[in-house]
């Protein structure tokens, strides 16, 4: 369950909506927000005093906004690195999660995400909600506002490791706002042709025994075969997904990767909201077995 929640604010029009997206939160326990400015050290120079001053009234006015949806609010004003203060802040003040715009100036190479988002979604152990913003429409920048119902259409793909397998207790945990679940398994690392057959099979068994321990939530599931980055984002356009929960690391990334490569990879690519899983240190390194809680 999400209880406390961090909103990193730079006071755009996309954190106003981002700000919009925290209702559908509250069937999932949210009480509290913590809404945070930084005043980035490195641009403001002499003038930090001035912009601190400027945003305590500003933030104000999120905080009542937060308030008139019956939740407690809590505003934080810090001098330093943006990035760096914003994961800081998440496990100083315990969150449970973090919610946060992607926006780019325009398509960089398909890229589709902030530094900073990219930063937190890389270091940070917290759950992770990253609304995106983007549109380009006869030359200019149009930031179109992604949480429409974030929760009703559910992606979650699925390697069959025990990391992936921590989507499938954070699901549990929304279950009150969550309508429709599409569970993914890509098969990537076909060996023999003839074994095709055999190994999609398999994983429909698997997804199935998954689909019926998910009681409550409506759910499918589907096996296709390819690159899991580019088939997870190409699924996420065709069936019309709200939200991508992908975890932290899956199975064959590296260990010392908090965000593995599939997950990075998505991240970047897609136009859907992301919820990133963080890791749990009993699950790194280990797969999901035959007979286990899952089996």
């Known amino acids: 369950m999400i209880d406390t929640l961090l909103v990193p604010v730079d006071f755009t029009i996309e954190t106003e909506d981002l700000l919009s997206c925290i209702g559908e939160l509250e069937n999932a326990g949210l009480k509290k927000v913590i809404l945070l400015h930084v005043v980035d ?19 104000e006015d999120y905080a009542g906004f937060v308030r008139e949806l019956g939740l407690e ?4 004003i810090v001098v330093g690195d943006a990035k760096r203060t914003i994961a800081e802040t998440a496990d100083r003040k315990d969150v449970d999660a973090i919610i946060m715009g992607a926006t780019t100036k325009g398509f960089i190479k398909g890229k589709l995400l902030g530094r900073t988002t990219e930063y937190i979604a890389r ?24 949480c429409r119902a974030t929760f009703s259409r559910v992606l979650v793909p699925l390697d069959f490791s025990k990391e992936s397998m921590k989507a499938i207790e954070q699901l549990q945990a929304f279950k009150e706002v969550i309508k429709d679940v599409l569970f993914l398994h890509v098969i990537d690392d076909i060996k023999d042709m003839d074994l095709l057959d ?10 199935k025994r998954i689909k019926e321990r998910l009681g409550g939530i409506k759910s499918q599931y589907l096996v296709v075969e390819g690159i899991p980055s580019d088939e997870i984002v190409k699924l996420a356009s065709m069936e019309d997904i ?4 992908l ?11 908090l965000l593995g490569s599939t997950a990075e ?10 919820m990133i899983v963080p890791a749990s240190k009993e699950f790194e390194g280990e797969e999901w077995e035959e007979g286990e809680e899952y089996a």
Do not use: C, W
């Open 247 to 257: 975890t932290a690391r899956g199975k064959g990334d590296l260990m010392n990767l």
């Open 123 to 146: 270091s940070s152990k917290k759950i992770l909600l990253i609304e995106k913003y983007d549109a380009l429409k006869e030359g200019k920048e149009v930031y179109e506002k992604a």
């Open 265 to 274: 990879s998505v991240l970047r690519k897609t136009t859907k909201p992301v």
């Open 41 to 59: 050290i490195h641009k403001s120079q002499g003038l930090a005093p001035m912009f601190e001053r400027n945003a305590k009234k500003r933030i």
């Open 242 to 245: 709200t939200l991508i929960v």
């Open 73 to 76: 609010a809590e505003t934080l």
């Open 198 to 207: 055999e190994q999609r099979e398999e994983a429909k068994k698997k997804l």
